[in-house]
């Protein structure tokens, strides 16, 4: 079982749409991440929290907004989104600081634009 | 810049068979490496790490071993069976990055049959 708990599962959505995607750990860590993956690639990072403030957002689409409520959750905000979009969303996170702090991902949301 | 390379896949074999995955990285710093596996419609998870020259990661009977000299940190394990059946990505984080950023080699698929 995953320790980093992702939902919802699947998500079907039209482009005028607004929904969210929620991550939550309660493992102590204090770095969490978004990553897009698309079919047969790997994962592409889009955005980093460090300390529940956002560190790193790698020219993400304003389409995409994240937010870090606290330490534990992390979401996913989505608002007209494209068919490009379609991919699986997942989110990880880390104890923090150092490189050799191994990621800890969760089973992601698959997600659909209609 | 920095990245990873690994063998193309996918890599087909009968169970009980050896493994072997081929990865080689560049990097500027001293990275810490990692194999992640990623099971048909699951998240990543980690497999193992190495975070110095010479260090040997292993789990499950996977074994990858950081070597320096070569830049690589090829996966195997001595008897594959047919749960072995995944993509398996390898990864590297750089010293001093970005709260860990990691960067992804392409995955190789693995079939294992029985």
């Known amino acids: 079982d995953t320790e980093v708990t992702q939902t919802p599962k699947h998500l079907v959505m039209g482009m005028t749409n607004k929904k969210s995607l929620k991550c939550e750990q309660h493992m102590g860590h204090r770095a969490m991440y978004w990553y897009k993956q698309k079919a047969k690639k790997p994962p592409e990072l889009m955005f980093v929290y460090s300390y529940e403030k956002l560190s790193i957002n790698e020219s993400v689409p304003s389409r995409f907004s994240p937010e870090c409520p606290n330490s534990s959750l992390l979401n996913l905000h989505l608002h007209a989104l494209q068919p490009e979009d379609s991919a699986l969303y997942l989110c990880?996170?880390?104890?923090?600081?150092?490189?050799?702090?191994?990621?800890?991902f969760g089973d992601g949301t698959r997600l659909s634009i209609l | 810049g920095d990245s990873v390379t690994q063998m193309e896949g996918p890599v087909t074999l009968s169970e009980e068979a050896f493994l072997t995955i081929n990865c080689t990285y560049t990097a500027t710093g001293y990275p810490s490496l990692f194999w992640y596996v990623q099971y048909p419609g699951e998240g990543l998870q980690l497999l193992l790490k190495?975070?110095?020259?010479?260090d040997k990661g292993s789990n499950k009977g996977f074994e990858a071993t950081y070597r320096k000299e070569t830049t690589s940190f090829h996966l195997e394990k001595g008897s594959v069976q047919v749960s072995d059946s995944a993509v398996y990505f390898c990864a590297l984080t750089l010293d001093g990055g970005s709260q860990g950023n990691l960067i992804f080699g392409k995955g190789t698929k693995l079939s294992v049959k029985p």
């Open positions: 990880a996170s880390s104890q923090g600081g150092g490189s050799n702090q191994p990621q800890h």
């Open positions: 190495a975070t110095k020259a010479d």
